[in-house]
């Protein structure tokens, strides 16, 4: 009988693995980062911006999650650009030059074509996992 039963855990098991694998969908991704992506990249950690911001809703929470600033309504390049080009009353000035804010702004525009940070609660459905299509 119990063993039965650990049969039947290990056949759900590859039938769920199966299910998740089929549904995957890459359609989304980016690809490799490209040498400006990974410059900006560099910047971010080295002025450990993770401290203060997530992104994918990991790093700290002074500021706001930056994972879809890039497509965010109201938001944008030219936004993020003046962001970190002045900093704010709680977010320093880094005093970083045109080349290191604009790949910087570059890579957060490839971050946000990785993925969403924020799933909609409307999106998973009952296996737990979600569509990227909302
Ligand atoms: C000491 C904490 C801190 C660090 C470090 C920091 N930020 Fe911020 N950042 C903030 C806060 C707080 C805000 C929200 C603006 C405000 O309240 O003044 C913000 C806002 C922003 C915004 C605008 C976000 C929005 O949705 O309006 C961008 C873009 C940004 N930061 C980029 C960066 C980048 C890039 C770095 C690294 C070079 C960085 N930040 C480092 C605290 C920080």
Not at 50 to 75: E, F, R, V, W
Not at 78 to 100: C, Q, W
Request: proline share 4%.
């Amino acid at each position: 009988m119990i063993v039965r039963i650990w049969i039947g855990f290990v056949i759900v098991f590859f039938a769920y693995s199966l299910l998740i694998y089929f549904q995957a969908d890459d359609g989304n991704l980016e690809g490799k980062p490209d040498a400006v992506v990974l410059d900006g990249w560099h910047t971010w950690q080295s002025k450990n911006c993770q401290a203060c911001h997530q992104l994918y809703g990991l790093g700290g929470y002074m500021g706001p999650d930056l994972t879809n600033i890039a497509s965010a309504p109201g938001k944008g390049q030219v936004y993020m650009d003046v962001f970190i080009r002045k900093g704010t009353a709680k977010m320093p000035d880094f005093h970083l030059n045109d080349s290191e804010i604009s790949h910087l702004v570059r890579f957060l525009v490839w971050v946000d074509k990785s993925g969403k940070s924020r799933v909609p609660g409307g999106a998973v459905n009952w296996s737990g996992s979600y569509s990227l299509d909302h």
